[in-house]
């Protein structure tokens, strides 16, 4: 079985490294949801995620909107920028999207970082 993930060298793991994408972030908005970037000098980029439980209260939606986040960046991850990316969520709006409208909305965040 040849099985596609994401690899641990792929995510943001520490609090040291969120904090430093924190501290000078470029960012890219959508409704309701906000990409925090800045490069690293690892040559590859990888990715955070700030979820909380004051916009997405219930946790199996939590872990669907996450689910979408990996994959999508899972998918381009090829074509992006040497960068350090968190995704946040900035409206409780965003549990009634659809999951075509989500990947479509991670889609044009992860568009405006591409190679």
Same mark, same amino acid.
């Given at each position: 079985?040849?099985?596609?993930? +994401?690899?641990?060298?792929? %995510?943001?793991?520490? +609090? &040291?490294?969120?904090?430093?994408?924190?501290?000078?972030?470029?960012?890219?908005? *959508?409704?309701?949801? *906000?990409?925090?970037?800045?490069?690293?000098?690892?040559?590859?980029?990888?990715?955070? =995620? $700030?979820?909380?439980?004051? !916009?997405?209260?219930?946790?199996?939606?939590? &872990?669907?909107?996450?689910?979408?986040?990996?994959?999508?960046? %899972?998918?381009? @991850?090829?074509? +992006? +920028? $040497?960068?350090?990316?968190?995704? *946040?969520?900035?409206?409780?709006?965003?549990? !009634? !999207?659809? &999951?075509? *409208?989500?990947? @479509?909305?991670?889609?044009?965040?992860?568009?405006?970082? =591409?190679?």
């Amino acid at each position: 079985m040849n099985r596609k993930f +994401l690899p641990k060298r792929a %995510r943001l793991l520490n +609090l &040291n490294e969120f904090i430093f994408v924190f501290q000078k972030p470029e960012r890219v908005k *959508t409704t309701g949801i *906000t990409l925090f970037s800045r490069s690293n000098r690892l040559g590859y980029p990888r990715i955070g =995620l $700030a979820i909380s439980k004051k !916009y997405v209260k219930y946790a199996h939606e939590r &872990n669907r909107i996450k689910r979408h986040i990996r994959e999508t960046f %899972r998918t381009c @991850q090829h074509n +992006l +920028l $040497a960068k350090d990316f968190v995704l *946040t969520i900035r409206s409780k709006e965003i549990i !009634y !999207y659809k &999951n075509k *409208t989500l990947i @479509q909305e991670l889609e044009k965040l992860w568009y405006h970082h =591409l190679c």
